[in-house]
């Protein structure tokens, strides 16, 4: 589904469901250029879907007050959160006491038992990918892989060292991490090509193609799929 459509659905069904009148009116309001560039460049690319994510979500803090978060990501009851910052509101134009309100957001959020990652604004074109890779890091923490029981020990640490790696990685890498012979971490590797749980990449010379079938013997890099294809 194209993002224009997935954006359209998320928004009506979002205010459908809305009985708050505060965040009713700012979802009507629409969300700001940050946030729909954020789910239109890294969001909706990474993730493939908006499942379990609530824009303007209200939040009580400890003083008895309201705040508002850009972004929550609650699957399953979890509580984490996604902060869009702008380089002249967060940083360079900011006032002494907005500075010191963000820093208690930040620490009233954490007291509260909310993840909370901040994204600058600028990286969306200046470092795109390593946003998305970031995302899927985040969403790692929350989601399952639904194969998991159709997986031996070695794939699914094969899996999580993926997660936390944040870039491509060869055959020699996964072998030094698992302390398993280069041979055998690239059986691993195209195991899980097959399974659909790794892909190569293709930012880097590869040698590994999507049949799962070699093409030279050098190191090959892979990604975690798109976590809308994880259950």
Known sequence: MKFERAFEIIMASQLASERNAPRREKLERGLGHGETEFLRKEWYPAIGSFDHLYPECEERDFSNGYRYLDFAYMPGGAKAAIEIQGYATHARDIELWR???????????????????????????????????????????????????????????????????????????????????????????????????????????????????????????????????FG
């Not at 899996?159 to 041979?183: G, I, K």
């Open 99 to 229: 500075f010191k309100d963000l820093c208690m957001r930040h620490c009233l959020l954490g007291l509260d038992d909310w993840l909370v990652m901040p994204l600058a604004y600028p990286a969306f074109a200046e470092t795109p990918k390593q946003c998305q890779q970031l995302i899927l890091e985040f969403v790692g923490k929350f989601v399952s892989y639904s194969n998991s029981d159709a997986m031996n020990g070695f794939e699914l640490e094969t899996v999580r060292f993926a997660r936390r790696l944040l870039q491509p990685f060869s055959p020699s890498e996964l072998a030094a991490h698992l302390r398993v012979s280069p041979r055998h971490a690239r059986n691993l590797m195209r195991s899980l090509c097959d399974k659909q749980v790794l892909m190569v990449s293709l930012s880097r010379h590869c040698s590994f193609n999507f049949s799962g079938k070699p093409l030279n013997s050098e190191s090959y890099f892979l990604f975690i799929r798109r976590m809308g294809e």
